[in-house]
């Protein structure tokens, strides 16, 4: 399950990539030689692959829709650890794959979405 906008879909989870990252402002070296950082915050990125075959074929495109809509940002929870974690995030790639094509209408699947963090989720 994830819910992006407050809309809960209810897909399995096939791949999540999860990548944190620290916003450092400023770096400086003192006499010593040793590196000295101002860090602002961590943020996670994820990379989601979403099993959507129990949605129905207009579920799915919604969801598609949705997550390909030019807009600045979602807020999306998705796993983090042993639970939940939401956060704002602009998706940078969706893609997905034609799995059948019928005469009325297609079947996609194998959706994969880039979540970036717009904000840390740590922050210093």
Excluded: C
């Amino acid at each position: 399950m994830i819910t992006i906008d407050n809309n809960q879909y209810d897909v399995g989870i096939i791949k999540i990539t999860r990548k944190a990252s620290q916003k450092i402002e400023s770096l400086g070296t003192t006499m010593d030689l040793h590196k000295h950082y101002d860090i602002q915050g961590t943020y996670y990125d994820y990379e989601v692959e979403l099993a959507t075959r129990k949605l129905s074929v207009t579920d799915y495109d919604n969801l598609y829709e949705l997550v390909t809509t030019p807009t600045e940002s979602h807020t999306v929870t998705l796993p983090y650890g042993q639970s939940t974690l939401t956060f704002t995030a602009r998706v940078s790639v969706a893609s997905d794959v034609l799995v059948q094509s019928f005469t009325n209408f297609k079947k996609w699947g194998t959706l994969k979405v880039t979540f970036e963090a717009l904000t840390p989720q740590k922050e210093a």
